[in-house]
């Protein structure tokens, strides 16, 4: 199985910083990454797929890049509402697999 | 507007079966893989499985903490996805979430219902 190790775990950020997630994967993935936004109480919401797509719908400052084994997410400019929970999640084979989730609190 | 609403969640003795449903409207049922998803109180996402859809041959995938004790099925004239799961464990406890997938294989699951609570306890 594919593991997906995500840092720091725990990060603690104001309003309007710049905030990066990095997931690391055990094998070589291309780009077949996703990224979710967990708010508590809530199912996840698609961020980003193949690695750096932006879903429809999802502002701009967020942005994701990397291949291979190493990937980003980056909030530009963090505001209010992206006080949440990010997960990875690997889309190269089966099972699926996400990382253990990067707590972006105040 | 898609929706997906899953059903059946509840408490359940260590051992027992629980069969959990989930309701789709808002897109073209029949033509998506669903996946079935699940978080532990506190914990983060675990994948349980995926059943594909009806162009391949609804055929499925699991994780190998669930496999040969669930069984994700599918009903495209009814639009329902179900998770058959037996022998149940108390780290089975989880919210259970009905997962859309966008495209098929290397795709991302765009759409998520609102989860359901299973608990499994004496």
């Known amino acids: 199985d594919i593991q997906l190790t995500q840092s720091p775990s725990f990060l603690s950020a104001s309003v309007g910083d710049r905030v990066t997630v990095a997931c690391r994967a055990s094998q070589d993935i291309s780009t077949s990454l996703a990224w979710y936004q967990q708010k508590p109480g809530k199912a996840p919401k698609l961020l980003i797929y193949d690695a750096s797509t932006l879903q429809s719908g999802v502002p701009s400052r967020f942005s994701g890049s990397g291949s291979g084994t190493e990937f980003t997410l980056t909030i530009s400019s963090l505001q209010p509402e992206d006080f949440a929970t990010y997960y990875c999640?690997?889309?190269?084979?089966?099972?699926?697999?996400f990382g253990q989730g990067t707590n972006v609190d105040i | 507007e898609v929706q997906l609403v899953e059903s059946g969640g509840t408490l359940v003795q260590p051992g027992g079966s629980l069969r959990l449903s989930c309701a789709a409207s808002?897109?073209?049922?029949?033509?998506?893989?669903m996946d079935w998803v699940r978080q532990a109180p506190g914990k983060g996402l675990e994948w349980v499985g995926r059943v594909r859809n009806k162009a391949n041959t609804h055929t499925t995938e699991y994780a190998a903490s669930v496999k040969g004790r669930f069984t994700i099925s599918r009903d495209d004239s009814k639009n329902s996805l179900y998770l058959q799961m037996n022998s149940l464990k108390t780290e089975d406890t989880a919210v259970y979430y009905c997962?859309?997938?966008?495209?098929?294989?290397?795709?991302?699951?765009?759409?998520w219902g609102q989860g359901t609570l299973v608990t499994v306890s004496s």
């Open positions: 997962v859309r997938v966008s495209g098929t294989y290397r795709s991302p699951n765009d759409y």
């Open positions: 999640q690997q889309l190269n084979s089966y099972p699926r697999t």
């Open positions: 808002g897109f073209t049922f029949s033509d998506h893989y």
